[in-house]
């Protein structure tokens, strides 16, 4: 979920790892149809990976490409299909180099 501030989206490829009792996930690089990671929008994606467990954090960055690169990352909710259990990853902060720590991809 993209934050809703000012300068919040971003047109950068966005990617995600997710981390288990059971392993991590791929770098996947998160896309569909529309037009992602806009400010105060939520935007939802498919990923498939082995069965991970219980999830215990995510990675998650862009490649600081295209104009105004900076993202600032409300928070990730993450479904597990298998489990149905929703897993919450709060991040409140700039992916950004040029705000905040200056740092493009967080550990949550």
């Known amino acids: ?10 047109d950068a490829n966005v990617w995600i790892e997710i981390y288990g009792a ?5 770098k996947t690089f998160l896309d569909n149809k529309t037009n992602n990671f806009e400010r ?19 990675r ?3 490649d600081n490409s295209g104009i105004g690169p900076g993202w600032f990352l409300d928070k ?8 149905k259990l929703d897993y919450y990853f709060n991040c409140g902060s700039w992916l950004a180099k040029d ?10």
């Not at 059971?22 to 791929?26: A, D, E, L, R, T």
């Not at 994606?45 to 999830?55: A, R």
Request: no cysteine.
């Open 1 to 10: 979920i993209t934050g809703d501030r000012s300068g919040a989206g971003t």
């Open 22 to 26: 059971n392993g991590k996930s791929n």
């Open 40 to 58: 105060g929008q939520t935007d939802v994606f498919g990923i498939s990976t082995q069965d991970l467990g219980e999830l215990t954090k995510i």
């Open 60 to 62: 998650i960055g862009h």
């Open 76 to 83: 990730v909710i993450v479904q597990s299909e298998k489990s």
């Open 99 to 108: 705000e905040g720590d200056g740092a493009i991809e967080r550990e949550i």
